[in-house]
């Protein structure tokens, strides 16, 4: 088997810039979606130093002898590995960045980023914040991320909550961000693929917007995958456009990897 990949971002209908940035690394089976920080200033900053850092970081060391910036740890998967430390340079640098600029204090970036392994029988997603990840396969879609927010870490606690209780909640809020401290915490999720899966990684302005339902039918109607993320892209804004929107779909396809 392998995968195949598309991406698209969007400013959307609101805002006046984007802050979102979305990576696409065919070649090392890579890609990630990041959400600068809103009403965070250099949010848009923060996401394309993420991503440019894990591009760097995947180039030099994937295949290479590349010195690794975190000791690898040994309970977790090569592919697992990689996304961690990935994310944790990405996390480093965008504190560091945030630290020697007064106009970038306080700036972060939510990030979500999979690694299919080669002959993409098993993909290894790690994310921090509300950036999401998805599986549709067949008739089913399947949230494989947690968001990183007031919310969600507050269902968790106590998942007894009612509709109206949760209602009470500030919303949007998220409780984990890269670029917020010196390190981070990665949340992994790692799935045994089938033929035909396709993932979704997407910023909220697409998950906020556009239901689970309403991208099942999308993806699963339109045969491009640059046509189906235009569609997703275009359905956000008809539905208001309020925040950036980015999707990235990876298909597992029959064939050898070129």
């Known amino acids: 088997m392998r995968t195949v990949f598309a991406g698209m971002t969007d400013v959307g209908i609101v805002r006046e810039h984007n802050e979102d940035s979305l990576l696409l690394m065919p070649d090392?089976?890579?890609?990630?979606?990041?959400?600068?920080m809103g009403g965070h200033r250099s949010g848009d900053v923060a996401s394309q130093l993420a991503v440019s850092t894990l591009s760097d970081f995947f180039s030099i060391t994937v295949g290479h002898d590349g010195t690794w910036p975190f000791p690898a740890d040994p309970n977790l998967t090569e592919e697992e590995n990689y996304i961690v430390t990935g994310l944790r340079l990405a996390n480093?640098?965008?504190?560091?960045r945030s630290l020697k600029r007064i106009a970038d204090f306080g700036m972060g970036t939510t990030i979500v980023a999979a690694m299919f392994t080669k002959g993409a029988d098993r993909v290894t997603v790690g994310h921090v914040g509300d950036s999401r990840c998805y599986r549709i396969r067949e008739s089913e879609i399947l949230q494989l991320t947690r968001d990183h927010s007031l919310v969600s870490d507050a269902l968790q606690m106590a998942p007894w909550m009612t509709d109206e209780e949760i209602k009470q909640l500030p919303?949007?809020?998220?409780?984990?961000?890269?670029?917020?401290?010196?390190?981070?915490?990665?949340?992994?999720?790692?799935?045994?693929?089938?033929?035909?899966?396709l993932y979704i990684l997407c910023s909220d302005g697409l998950s906020g917007l556009v239901s689970d339902e309403q991208?099942?039918?999308?993806?699963?109607?339109?045969?491009?995958?640059?046509?189906?993320?235009?569609?997703?892209?275009?359905?956000?804004?008809?539905?208001?456009?309020?925040?950036?929107?980015?999707?990235?779909?990876?298909?597992?396809e029959a064939g050898d990897e070129e």
């Open 215 to 252: 991208m099942h039918s999308i993806v699963t109607s339109t045969k491009s995958l640059d046509d189906a993320c235009r569609e997703l892209i275009d359905r956000a804004n008809f539905f208001g456009g309020t925040d950036n929107i980015t999707a990235v779909l990876a298909r597992v």
């Open 171 to 197: 919303q949007n809020v998220i409780t984990r961000a890269l670029g917020i401290r010196e390190d981070v915490l990665v949340d992994l999720v790692t799935d045994d693929t089938r033929l035909g899966d």
């Open 28 to 36: 090392y089976r890579v890609v990630a979606v990041a959400d600068g």
């Open 92 to 96: 480093r640098r965008i504190f560091d």
